[in-house]
Structure formats: C-alpha cells, structure tokens
C-alpha cells in the first residue's frame, strides 16, 4: 500500500457542461481522469458529505458516474489516519470493481486536497444546465474538523 503523506495529491476539474465534468485525480505519478456525471447523484455535494463523514472519524464512499461506468472513492478513517482508494467498476457495479489507486495518509493530508476540490468548484459557481445546485454551506466546519488534531 502507498504511503499517501510522502505523495502530493490533487484534483482539477474543467468547468461542467450540461451534467458532465472533466475531473482529474493525481496521486504522485498516478493520474485518473473521470468524465463524471450529474446524474442520478451529485459528486460533488457527495464529496463534501464524504469529507464530513471521514472526518468525523466514520468511512464514506463517493460515487462518480459516467453512464454507465463508474468510480467509487472511499475515505476509511483509522485513528490519526485516513485510508483512501478509489476503484474502477464496470456497469458502476460495486461488486466488480477493481482499485485503481489506494493509500494512507495522515487525516489533513488525505482529506484537505478534496477539500479544496470542492472549494475551487464552489467558486466556479456552476449553474444548472451545467451543475445542479451544491449546499456549500458547511464548507468551512468540514476544512475545520478535517484540520483538527
């Protein structure tokens, strides 16, 4: 398993088009591109939701949707440290899923670079047709449980 803290972590997005966004993960060397989707579920909000959750010390997963594919992210919390892995899965069937990237990390560094995805998208400020609404309005509580030691 990767040691995540040694590793910068990032992720971008191109501005949203009717539903879809460009997204790019980069763990270290590693880049996953993902051509999400707003439906059935908004990631985005799902990824502010999983960052409350992982920091508040409970596992969460999002899921990315590309019709019909998907990626799962999932934060698993242990102690001081946060597990991360996102997996490919066909069909965007869980069952059959196979993990394209994994690590650990400490709980700021894992989570803050999400954090901060969701906090560049917000200043976008996407619009429907493009991106459906996102309730940011705890943004700053989850940065600050996420930064607690």
């Known amino acids: 398993m990767t040691e995540l803290s040694t590793l910068p972590i990032k992720m ?11 997204v790019t993960l980069t763990l270290g060397a590693q880049v996953v591109e993902i051509d999400a989707s707003d439906v059935p579920n908004n990631p985005v909000a799902d990824l502010l939701d999983a960052l409350d959750l992982a920091a508040h010390g409970l596992p969460s997963r ?8 998907g990626y ?5 919390p242990d102690g001081d440290q946060v597990h991360f892995r996102i997996d490919f899965a066909p069909d965007s069937e869980a069952a059959r899923a196979h993990t394209v990237a994994q690590g650990t ?23 429907e047709p493009h991106w459906p609404p996102t309730d940011f309005s705890r943004i700053d509580v989850v940065e600050a449980r996420i930064k607690q030691a």
């Open 105 to 127: 990390g400490s709980r700021a560094h894992v989570l803050l670079p999400f954090w901060r995805f969701v906090r560049n998208f917000q200043a976008g400020a996407y619009t």
């Open 12 to 22: 971008r997005n191109q501005p949203p088009r009717h539903g879809w966004m460009g």
């Open 72 to 76: 799962f992210m999932y934060f698993i």
């Open 62 to 69: 999002v899921w990315w949707h590309l019709e019909p594919d």
